[in-house]
């Protein structure tokens, strides 16, 4: 159920609703409000073509893809299949991305965020100044 507050701040987009996937990258699922699942989809096309890689690579990133509104009382409906793509069990955390929300396994989000304060210093340094492999920060 989502909370009220984020629903209250959702309500133009609730009517026209949503697309869900898992994520391609982590072990969650990703709500996309419906029109930016459509500017996702219209980039994905822009920068893909037809090749053999880039077939494989929309397959995967679209793994799972439904359509899903949310109920009068306010419950995002979920197939179990879905669901089950990344276990989901009871619990769940959701977590605010730039354009869409990602729902995790509470137990499996608590692991993934869990580090120490040297641990989330580094990824900060690494985030913050793009450094790639061998310390190359161009």
């Not at 459509?38 to 793994?63: A, C, Q, W």
């Not at 993934?112 to 920060?137: F, H, I, M, N, T």
């Amino acid at each position: 159920m989502l909370p009220v507050s984020l629903r209250n701040q959702m309500a133009p987009m609730l009517s026209n609703g949503f697309f869900i996937k898992k994520s391609y990258y982590d072990e969650c699922l990703e709500l996309y409000p419906k029109h930016e699942w459509e500017s996702e989809v219209k980039k994905l096309n822009e920068k893909l073509g037809d090749s053999r890689k880039d077939r494989e690579f929309k397959r995967k990133f679209t793994s799972g893809l439904r359509q899903v509104e949310i109920d009068a009382a306010g419950r995002l409906l979920i197939p179990k299949d879905v669901i089950g793509l990344v276990d989901i069990k009871k619990d769940v955390v959701l977590s605010p991305m730039d354009r869409h929300l990602e729902i995790w396994d509470k137990a499996t989000y608590d692991g993934d965020v869990e580090s120490s304060p040297e641990e989330r210093e580094q990824l900060a340094y690494e985030v913050k100044y793009a450094e790639k492999p061998g310390g190359d920060v161009s």
